[in-house]
């Protein structure tokens, strides 16, 4: 994101927590081990990013690897280069054709709180063309 106020570099590796306040942004590019919280800013992990965390933020944007959970109060969007591991919980998601995602998913109105728990729904497979789901309350 051209208006992040952090960014981690390829080849930088950072293990702890990371938190912000709103309008935070943070660009990764490199490696995070541990929490991510931008509750009111972006989260945009690059395409050779790679984090291994929870990330919750309002908006959350992944061209790179994810392992954990992703949460986020406005969008998520996983881009053709994206790779998501993890549970995914908010009211809008933009998946392009060639991502790969494993867990389950709930998208939900914006007045949801993003902290519920995901549904039973389990998507295999790569999201060309439309990513297979299957929800045991079917």
Avoid: W, Y
Wanted: net charge negative; proline share 4%; with cysteine.
């Amino acid at each position: 994101s051209q208006f992040a106020a952090g960014f981690v570099t390829p080849g930088f590796v950072m293990k702890g927590k990371v938190s912000g306040g709103e309008a935070e942004g943070l660009f990764v590019d490199g490696e995070v081990q541990g929490g991510i919280d931008l509750e009111g800013g972006t989260v945009t992990v690059g395409p050779n990013g790679h984090i291994t965390a929870e990330i919750v933020a309002r908006e959350i944007m992944v061209q790179g690897r994810v392992n954990g959970n992703l949460l986020a109060d406005e969008r998520i969007q996983v881009s053709a280069t994206g790779q998501v591991v993890g549970d995914i919980a908010t009211p809008r998601i933009l998946v392009e054709d060639g991502a790969i995602l494993r867990g389950r998913m709930e998208v939900s109105s914006p007045s949801c709180a993003v902290e519920r728990q995901p549904a039973d729904v389990k998507v295999t497979g790569t999201a060309r063309g439309m990513a297979r789901a299957q929800s045991s309350h079917s």
